[in-house]
Nanobody
Framework: QVQLVEYGGGSVQAGGSHILSCVVS??????????MGWFRQPPGKEREGVAR????????RYADSVKGRFTISRDSAKNTLYLEMNNLKPEDTATYYC??????????????????WGQGTRVTVSS
């Protein structure tokens, strides 16, 4: 059973930085698939993909709205996924979810639905 647990939610001023982490347990190369990453759901809006890393190739993709400001990384030894967020904006306010086993290729406007989700962690950016 794959479990994802996010850490690091909180409040931050616009222009500031924040880091989220996600500890993955029950992971094997076969049951997590090739995609791990982060989604977010702003208040009153649909959930959207934020960043993806393919565990085998290491290839990364970002949503246009966060490109150049957010960085996804993975520490295999610690089974932990990170999302470093810089130059935060009020529109980045959302519940952020760690997710695994999905595809988000360059030809897809939206990612496929992940098989595994974390419980979510709230990030609030104030102006």
């Amino acid at each position: 059973q794959v479990q994802l647990v996010e850490y690091g939610g909180g409040s931050v001023q616009a222009g500031g930085s924040h880091i989220l982490s996600c500890v993955v347990s029950g992971y094997t190369a076969t049951n997590v698939g090739i995609g791990m990453g982060w989604f977010r759901q702003p208040p009153g809006k649909e959930r959207e993909g934020v960043a993806r890393i393919y565990t085998r190739s290491g290839r990364i993709r970002y949503a246009d709205s966060v490109k150049g400001r957010f960085t996804i990384s993975r520490d295999s030894a610690k089974n932990t996924l990170y999302l470093e967020m810089n130059n935060l904006k009020p529109e980045d306010t959302a519940t952020y979810y760690c997710a695994a086993d999905f595809i988000w290729d360059s030809g897809q406007s939206t990612p496929t639905t992940p098989s595994y989700w974390g419980q979510g962690t709230r990030v609030t950016v104030s102006s």
